[in-house]
T-cell receptor
């Protein structure tokens, strides 16, 4: 069985400050890792994913995450946040061969960006 | 392109009532699934389907039934609602065996059972 732990349930941060959201997973097999974002009253949207290759993955809006196999982590970072980044962020894991199937999610981290 | 459509958006039930949450997708995805979202617990998989006529249980299937008669539709049935089923329900879909196909989510159904 796989599991995901997001170590922070809430992260308050000031606008233009950096933010890091921590995610650790456990799995006995190869993994695919994801970060999803949920804006208020909406469904989840894919932010970025790690399937293979470079361990550093980036999103189009400035987020990046690094897959660390030895530490079983996939932390999400952004060097400078905007008010519009206020949302809940979910880390998720699944296994090959299907990246979109049977995702196991962490408990979520709520990010509140303050002006 | 509508993506994943869930209805209704909100529902209030009394304990013991039954209802069906509707989910439809227009992306020809083989894989469809239902999650429930509860505070601090993230999303937990209820049931999933890898194609028409095929369904299987997820992490928290008790109290819920599903069927998949067409590729497009994947309804979730609550036969006898309980207060513990108060939650936000999300339907999601993807291609079944494509590593580049992320999970696409609907906007959710907020269910309250009194």
């Amino acid at each position: 069985a796989q599991s995901v732990t997001q170590l922070d349930s809430q992260v308050p941060v000031f606008e233009e400050a950096p933010v890091e959201l921590r995610c650790n997973y456990s799995s006995s097999v190869s993994v695919y890792l994801f970060w999803y974002v949920q804006y208020p009253n909406q469904g989840l949207q894919l932010l970025l994913k790690y399937l293979s290759g470079s361990t550093l993955v980036e999103s189009i809006n400035g987020f990046e995450a690094e897959f660390n196999k030895s530490q079983t982590s996939f932390h999400l970072r952004k060097p400078s946040v905007h008010i519009s980044d206020t949302a809940e962020y979910f880390c998720a894991v699944t296994s090959p061969p299907a990246a979109g199937n049977k995702l196991t999610f962490g408990g979520g981290t709520r990010v509140l960006v303050k002006p | 392109n509508a993506g994943v459509t869930q209805t209704p958006k909100f529902q209030v039930l009394k304990t013991g009532q039954s209802m069906t949450l509707q989910c439809a997708q227009d992306m020809n995805h083989e894989y469809m699934s239902w999650y429930r979202q509860d505070p601090g617990m993230g999303l937990r998989l209820i049931h999933y389907s890898v194609g028409a006529g095929i369904t299987d249980q997820g992490e928290v299937p008790n109290g819920y039934n599903v069927s998949r008669s067409t590729t497009e539709d994947f309804p979730l049935r609550l036969l006898s609602a309980a207060p513990s089923q108060t939650s936000v329900y999300f339907c999601a879909s993807s291609y079944a065996r494509d590593d580049n196909s992320p999970l696409h989510f609907g906007n959710g159904t907020r269910l309250t059972v009194t």
